[in-house]
């Protein structure tokens, strides 16, 4: 199973080759990829055109979706982003952490190309797809 960050999505849906989105078009063939409810909604915001997000809406019901934060996930999160502030990390979005708090929380990987994200492969666990 393996949540797919809005960093890649972007890039999938803007047609920008990168590894990570070839790697998502490649996924979506063969593994369980699924989505997240904060990553539904960056991803559907970031649509200009009304055709656009249809078109976006469509791809992402195909796809299970799981919530990622509660009361839990929310607690924990501040747990991590204030240990890798102690380590000299400072993750710029609030919501980048309780992604990646949630997916090594459930245990499931995540794929992604936002920078944000190395620190808790490095230090907290999360499983990288990439």
């Not at 070839?22 to 990553?39: A, H, N, P, S, W």
């Not at 796809?63 to 991590?80: D, K, S, W």
């Amino acid at each position: 199973m393996i949540l797919v960050d809005s960093s890649v999505w972007v890039d999938y849906f803007r047609g920008v080759d990168t590894a990570e989105a070839d790697k998502l078009d490649t996924f979506l063939g063969f593994e369980q990829v699924i989505t997240g409810d904060l990553i539904l909604t960056e991803v559907l915001q970031g649509f200009v055109s009304e055709r656009e997000f249809n078109q976006g809406r469509k791809l992402f019901a195909s796809l299970p979706t799981i919530p990622l934060v509660g009361e839990e996930i929310a607690v924990q999160a501040a747990r991590n982003f204030r240990k890798l502030r102690t380590l000299g990390i400072t993750i710029r979005k609030t919501i980048d952490t309780l992604i990646a708090t949630s997916c090594i929380e459930k245990e499931i990987s995540l794929l992604y190309s936002d920078r944000d994200f190395d620190p808790f492969v490095q230090h907290l666990g999360l499983r990288s797809a990439n």
